[in-house]
Structure formats: C-alpha cells, structure tokens
C-alpha cells in the first residue's frame, strides 16, 4: 500500500469525504503496528476533538483508499473508510481476529445492492461475507480472503441494483463551489469547521477555471 499524500491540507480518502466514517474500533498494541506499518504520516494534536491522534492513510494497489487513526488518550485505533468497505480495509490490514472491538455495521441488515463477495466450502456450502458498492475493490477482498482460505474459495457476483450514496449529513459545516454565473454546488460536509476550511483552502489552491470555494455553516433541521 502507498500512502496518501501529506504535502497539502485535504482531507484524506474518497473525492466525497462526507461518505467516509468511523466503521470500526480495534484494539492493538502501537509497538506492533508501527513495527508493521511504520511511524504515523500525520499527527494532529486536536484529533477533531478527540485529543492527539497520529493518523496513517493509504492507497491499495486496487485503488482502495482509506485512513486509520490511533488516539493517543484512549489507546484505541479507529478506522476511517465507507461503510460498505469495512471488511476490505481489514483485509488490507490483516485484522482477521480478535483485532476489533467494535464494528458500525454489527447490529444493521446485510446490504441487498451491490457486489457481493461470498464464500463457498469445499461441500457446496455458501455463505456471504459483505456486500460492497465497487466491483473491483470486491474482486480484491475476494483475492485477500482466499488466499487465507483452507478447503474454501472466495467469488463476486452481482445483487439487485448499484446502491445509492448514503445522504449527507446536515448538519456542521459545508465546502461550496460557486462559479462565474453564480451557480452553486455542495462537495462536502463536516462536522468540523477546521476541516472544512482545509478542503475549501486545498481546492482553491488548485488551478481550477473561475471557480471559488468557501465555507458555510449547515444548521441543524427540527
């Protein structure tokens, strides 16, 4: 896995960062995971409110991105990536036991839309272990579980339709792109107003044709 970027302020992962959320806790020793993975690639002494957090993120050679964060306070590491990516973000960890502490999906339906990756026993016996948006980041948890498989293989196939995005949150603080005509358009929200702004600094910073990005509050509905 390569890193991701840290030369400029953006916020790690997908281009919709509002998509992206904590899907798992785990807890692991840091000596072991920096004997793995190496010191962090950012450190944040505010955490977004969670105190000190060292952070490291990644882009799988399947294109998969994702960021893992280790609070220095509670002793616990989070792991940051769509929810329907849980599973393949372990997979390229190699958390397959005892790791995690807790898991967003636990007590929620399996998805019925998407690519499903299933598992087949050597007596005929399937069993499906997620369901996931991206067919090619399936494909590749596919590979990862078969190849710690005994007497199992490990297959994608589709279900129902593509599922839709999961909506954004409405609450906190949004990135808008306007251009010349006036026209306006969401990238993101955040809880955070700090993260926000790094986003809307990033893009503009980027040589984008008559385009302004700025940062608005989002009040909460009733």
């Known amino acids: 896995m390569k890193p991701l970027p840290t030369d400029r302020p953006v916020v790690w992962g997908d281009d919709e960062p509002s998509n992206r959320f904590i899907v798992a806790a785990a807890e692991v020793p840091l000596a072991d995971f920096e004997r793995r993975w190496g010191p962090a690639h950012q450190r944040d002494a505010d955490g977004d409110g969670w105190g000190p957090t060292r952070y490291w993120g990644w882009r799988a050679d399947c294109g998969f991105k994702f960021v893992v964060a280790y609070l220095e306070v509670k002793n616990f590491f989070q792991v940051i990536a769509r929810e329907d990516e849980l599973d393949h973000a372990l997979a390229h960890l190699d958390w397959w036991r005892g790791e995690v502490v807790w898991r967003l999906d636990a007590d929620e339906p399996r998805a019925k839309d998407g ?108």
């Open 115 to 222: 690519w499903a990756v299933y598992r087949q026993d050597d007596t005929g016996n399937r069993h499906d272990v997620c369901v996931m948006g991206q067919r090619s980041h399936a494909e590749c948890l596919a590979r990862r579980l078969e190849a710690r498989a005994h007497k199992q293989w490990y297959a994608v196939e589709a279900r129902g339709t593509p599922p839709v995005p999961p909506p954004r949150p409405r609450e906190g603080w949004a990135v808008v792109r306007q251009d010349e005509h006036g026209n306006r358009a969401e990238v993101a929200v955040f809880s955070s107003e700090t993260r926000a702004r790094e986003l809307a600094t990033a893009y503009d910073a980027e040589p984008r044709h008559k385009q302004a990005y700025f940062v608005e509050h989002v009040p909460p509905k009733f």
